[in-house]
């Protein structure tokens, strides 16, 4: 392992230099620093004696070292600092927290200047300064130093706190209390660790390329799906937690039916094989995404990016435009549009409408569980448990009809019993016993919706939550004398489950620190690396077109794209109608917070002001 060097800012008398130093490997170098002049700490003997140890020991100290200029005070070649230490930083005398806050702010963003790219912050505050959960008890938020939100202004994220211990480092005094020589309260005082967040780039939807028909095409991936398409979670060797949930649901599935893995998904849907899917299913396919394919022959370097991908594997094409086609969308313009090289598609909104397909191929099973699994999109409202992609797994079995009973039974049987056991298998601290798995027979008379009451993910959460369903029957799905079961269920919330993974944003990001907490084959609770990200509280309000009306799904899905998934909640607050010309107008609030980048609050009024503009484009209303 390389030598670490480690920088000490705002050291008042040395002495946590001192006493760290003393427990350093000699392949560690300490750089300490303090703002005051040589001339200032003359007449101190402690600071003296501390001193002496340093120079002792070869540690090198800085005088003058302002920790907001970080950068003035080392050269190019003497950064890249693996940690830096800021012990009960204070502005001095009684300076207020809105004080303490901007030295807090300035000094994140010298940090960035100065520090590796895998490199640790360690901020130590006085119980309640930091405005945490983890402050017992917690400050009001406007009371704190919401060392959460500076931090995110040089673009860091907290990824550990616990209690700072004096004992751990012997003989450090901390001390310049309201600029005196007096130690500040240690008691309950916690220390805080920061890293580096991926940074939040406002980027462009890509380019992507798919072959339709012989034909080549391109499209921009819609705005609410950015980073979510092509992802290859399910492929080997991912170890991402949605495929070694995966392989395991097949595995335990396979002991009780013979197994058939099929490529998902079919390049193209055929003419009228989505009737069986509208038959109990068509709110589906109305919540699709919807998108314009432009023919393209140009080659690759001429995309956005250069980025070329073969999304087959995505894209379903609805031939049955009549009975599939975007409801916002004109049948005359369609026409017009793919007389010139556009056709109008959807990105497939789940595996079910792979089912007629794989039942009439020439070398379906009977008896055998066929097996689908690949990502599916569909817009829904912004909630702790709705996604607008996940990954999906679809199992596929055909039988004689004199053993539905049996089949299903065991089929029913075997998935209970593996799902209850795998579900308990995690727990998070302080969660109550296990969880209870429910097959809910619906009045339709054909589907079963698989329930999981799991009381560990808080107050906000539903009871309930449904990871898949089970259709035993199905209108429109003919073969001989066969009749067929279907069992599709969510992956990644049953990942969110097992692992304690509390919000589904987590499962797309692109930080590597998320994967290095699964082991293949290996269950044990998620640890995140970014802890307690700041709220932010936006209200909105709009009069509405009465002759265009208000499609509340569509404001949920332009808040997701302008927001880059970062609303997490949408209120509806209020309806007014003005007393004289009658015109309706609506009020949300809007709760933006991150789960794995640095965001702040500026960020979050840009976002606000884009999606002001964005509602009176897209949704015809008018911002108030």
Sequence with gaps: MAPRRLLL????????????????????????????????????????????????????????????????????????????YFNFPHCGRKAGVAKNRELLAKFFQSCKDVLAPEGEVYVALCRGQGGTPADKPTREWHNSWQVVAMAALGGFILSDVHPFSCEAVPGYKCTGYRSQDKSFHVEGALNHIFTRSLPFEDSQPRIFRTKVG????????????????????????????????NEKLIAELGKVFPLKRLKCPFPLLPQGSTSALTSWNCDILSAAFWISLREDDSNSESLTDGTTQDMEDFLVLFSELSLLKDPGSDSKEEAHEESYGRTTVCLRPSLLVHVQAVIQAPDFVPGSLHILSGPVFRKCRILPFTMPAFHETLFVIGFNKNLKDGCLQSLLEHLKGFLDSLLTHTLLEGSQPSSSVEFVFQPNGKEYIINVKRPNFGPDCAKALIIGSVVTSATGIMHKDQCFMFVSMNLDLLAMLVWGISDWRMLWTFDHRFLKNFVSGSIEPFKSYSLYPPCYVHDISFWLDEKKGFDELEFHTVARAVSRD?????????????????????????????????????????????????????LHVIPR
């Design 566 to 618: 970062t609303v997490i909640s949408i209120q509806f607050l209020s309806r007014f109608q003005h007393p004289k010309t009658q015109q309706v107008s609506l009020c949300y609030r809007l709760t933006y917070q991150t789960c794995d980048k640095a965001l702040p609050q500026q960020q979050v009024s840009s976002m606000q002001l884009q999606l002001r503009k964005e509602i009176q484009q897209r």
């Design 9 to 84: 800012v705002g050291e008042g008398n040395f002495s946590f230099a001192a006493a760290l130093s003393e427990t350093l490997e000699d392949s560690t170098s300490v750089t300490a620093t303090c703002l005051q002049r040589p001339a200032d700490l003359a007449g101190d003997p402690v600071a003296q004696e501390n001193l002496q140890r340093l120079r002792e020991r070869g540690t090198e100290v800085r005088f003058g070292v302002d920790c907001t200029q970080l950068a003035d005070a080392f050269e190019l070649h003497h950064r890249e600092f693996d940690r830096i």
């Design 214 to 245: 012989g034909r080549w095409f391109s499209f921009p991936e819609p705005e609410a799906l950015v980073g979510k398409l092509n992802r290859g979670f399910l492929e080997a060797p991912s170890c991402h937690p949605v495929r070694t949930i």
